[in-house]
Nanobody, 121 residues
Framework: QVQLVESGGGLVQAGGSLRLSCVASGSIFIINAMAWYRQAPGKQRELVATITRIGITYYADSVKGRFTISRDNTKNTVYLQMNSLRPEDTAVYYC???????????????WGQGTQVTVSS
């Protein structure tokens, strides 16, 4: 059984900062890529940022220069530092991971339950 649990969301004023965390737990053998997605009301879920196991990162154009993704492999944790937040960043933010468990032969994709980020103008 694998769980991804996000934390750190909340309400912040425009220009402020938040740091999201996502901890993966369970019978995890190894985690490959980890990522953050977001979904605003009435919109499709979109990719925000990804990070490989060795730290190669990718960012959506809308967050480049403002958000930073990082991870701690020893803690099976991924972070998203969000600075200079804008009202359009308001969304539910989801953690995603490609991982193998001790009983799986292939990588499987898992999602967290999401954490709400609201940016007021």
């Amino acid at each position: 059984q694998v769980q991804l649990v996000e934390s750190g969301g909340g309400l912040v004023q425009a220009g402020g900062s938040l740091r999201l965390s996502c901890v993966a737990s369970g019978s995890i053998f190894i985690i490959n890529a980890m990522a953050w997605y977001r979904q605003a009301p009435g919109k499709q879920r979109e990719l925000v940022a990804t990070i490989t196991r060795i730290g190669i990162t990718y960012y959506a154009d809308s967050v480049k220069g403002r958000f930073t993704i990082s991870r701690d492999n020893t803690k099976n944790t991924v972070y998203l530092q969000m600075n200079s937040l804008r009202p359009e960043d308001t969304a539910v933010y989801y953690c995603n991971a490609d991982l193998r468990t001790y009983i799986s032969y292939t990588y499987e994709n898992y999602w967290g339950q999401g954490t709400q980020v609201t940016v007021s103008s």
